[in-house]
T-cell receptor, first 112, second 114 residues
Framework: EDQVTQSPEALRLQEGESSSLNCSYT??????LFWYRQDPGKGPEFLFTLYSAGEEKEKERLKATLTKKESFLHITAPKPEDSATYLC?????????????FGKGTKLSVKP | EPEVTQTPSHQVTQMGQEVILRCVPI?????FYWYRQILGQKVEFLVS????????KSEIFDDQFSVERPDGSNFTLKIRSTKLEDSAMYFC????????????FGDGTRLSIL
């Protein structure tokens, strides 16, 4: 069964304290891995897409990496406004129209 | 920047009643999706829609659910006879010409069944 697991469930950081979020996946064939940010009461906001092992994408303080089994979202010198739930989702190769399989997310809190 | 818009933001309905959730996808997008998120749980895929027909649906999307694109802009999810367990956030998403492209989500409709 295709599965996505994110860890930790929750992460508390001090402002400026860098860390990483993990997304491990077990799928029959990866078509793409997506990172989203979700603020309370809002829909997921797209951050990155990764398609193949070794690929990296960066945006401001965030960097996403991909291996054959997992993806990391590295947060460098986070600020309080980075507080949100970060969701990882995969598309499976062979799926007809690209439905996403989500993990439960990591709730990040950054204290000033 | 173009957005996916959903209405209403909150819908309260009596069990057994029909409910229609509305979405306006981004204008040049061709693939449309509905997802739901029960409080404290994962976002779950319900259905995808392309070229005026359902492309794929999950086990959750049973005979009580239907989708429609009644005109050139709206995309609706209908639940014919709501149950208590239908209470959730319902998200609409869309993407462009290739379903590999990132899906862009609306802010959801919170559905509360009494």
């Amino acid at each position: 069964e295709d599965q996505v697991t994110q860890s930790p469930e929750a992460l508390r950081l001090q402002e400026g304290e860098s860390s990483s979020l993990n997304c491990s996946y077990t799928v029959s064939g990866l078509r793409g891995l997506f990172w989203y940010r979700q603020d309370p009461g809002k829909g997921p906001e797209f951050l990155f897409t990764l398609y193949s092992a070794g690929e990296e994408k960066e945006k401001e303080r965030l960097k996403a990496t991909l291996t054959k089994k997992e993806s990391f979202l590295h947060i460098t010198a986070p600020k309080p406004e980075d507080s949100a739930t970060y969701l990882c989702a995969v598309q499976v190769r062979g799926g007809s129209q690209g439905n996403l399989i989500f993990g439960k997310g990591t709730k990040l809190s950054v204290k000033p | 920047e173009p957005e996916v818009t959903q209405t209403p933001s909150h819908q309260v309905t009596q069990m057994g009643q029909e409910v229609i959730l509305r979405c306006v996808p981004i204008s040049n997008h061709l693939y449309f999706y509905w997802y739901r998120q029960i409080l404290g749980q994962k976002v779950e895929f319900l259905v995808s829609f392309y070229n005026n027909e359902i492309s794929e649906k999950s086990e959750i999307f049973d005979d009580q659910f239907s989708v429609e694109r009644p005109d050139g802009s709206n995309f609706t999810l209908k639940i014919r006879s709501t149950k208590l367990e239908d209470s959730a956030m319902y998200f609409c998403a869309s993407n462009r010409v290739d379903s590999n492209q990132p899906q862009h989500f609306g802010d959801g409709t919170r559905l509360s069944i009494l």
